[in-house]
Nanobody, 121 residues
């Protein structure tokens, strides 16, 4: 099993910045992709940003140029630097990790508990 601990959410004014962190721990063979999703009230959960084990990234169009995802493989931690925040970025942000128990086994998903990000003046 993989446990994820998120931190860094909070209340920020429009134009401000926040940095989210998500640390993975537990029993697994490898961690492959790591990412962040978000869910606003009344909306479906959506991908915000994702980074592969090789460092390839992809972002939702709505956050390109404002958010940066990175990872520290030695610490099994993924970060999301959020700049120029807008009220429409308000949501619960969830960390997601794709991992394997065995080298040739299937991939599994693990989710964090979610952290609230509120952008408001």
């Amino acid at each position: 099993q993989v446990q994820l601990v998120e931190s860094g959410g909070g209340l920020v004014r429009p134009g401000g910045s926040l940095r989210l962190s998500c640390a993975a721990s537990g029993s697994y063979f490898s961690i492959n992709a790591m990412g962040w999703y978000r869910q606003a009230p009344g909306k479906e959960r959506e991908l915000v940003a994702r980074i592969t084990s090789g460092g390839n990234t992809n972002y939702a169009d709505s956050v390109k140029g404002r958010f940066t995802i990175s990872r520290d493989n030695a610490k099994n931690t993924v970060y999301l630097q959020m700049n120029s925040l807008k009220p429409e970025d308000t949501a619960v942000y969830y960390c997601n990790v794709v991992f394997k128990h065995l080298r040739l086994g299937p991939e599994y998903n693990a989710w964090g508990q979610g952290t609230q990000v509120t952008v408001s003046s």
